[in-house]
């Protein structure tokens, strides 16, 4: 038999009222050789306004027998981590990232490190419930830029802070809680 809807119960399986998209904290880390590297990290606590948990996906690999397809476990890939950055007037986190990039290849020497430690840091996720406590926490390991967007212009765009998106290229992650 099919279990009837029960409000208080459904308010009973939310615990702590259920996970706020808007309670969270990203913790950039930057590379030594980045200048402003500790101010930047601070700033990005609060000035990441938006980002995501990380996802990930199993690949397929079929096996064919006797003309059947047999789906079996692939390999795990994860999606670049996204995350958006307001703009202060010192342009801190982007200045940051951008001296991140040009580490990696120098817009105008093409050159760049090539060994990944130099080059690679970790970035933490932190949902946190509505009372600051820290609910889920990831660890993405061995991360660097691949795309700093660009920052709109626009008279027309009055009352707002400037913001671009920044995507993250990492290896793996840990769930630390």
Known sequence: MATLFNVERFKAELNNGGARPNQFSVQLTFPLYVQGAALAG??????????????????????FYRGREIKMAGDRTF???TCTVLN???FAIRT???QWMNGMENVLTKTGFT???????????TQLDRNGGTLKKYLLREC??????????DFGLNDQISSFQVAFQYQSFLIVR
Do not use: C, H, M, R
């Open 42 to 63: 601070n700033k990005s606590q609060f000035l990441v306004t938006a980002a995501e948990l990380p996802g990930q996906t199993i690949g397929v690999a079929p096996v």
């Open 79 to 81: 999606a670049p981590f």
């Open 88 to 90: 202060d007037g010192s």
């Open 96 to 98: 940051a990232l951008e």
């Open 115 to 125: 060994v990944p430690i130099a080059y690679q840091s970790d970035i933490e996720i």
């Open 144 to 153: 660097f830029p691949s795309d700093i967007g660009a920052v709109g212009l």
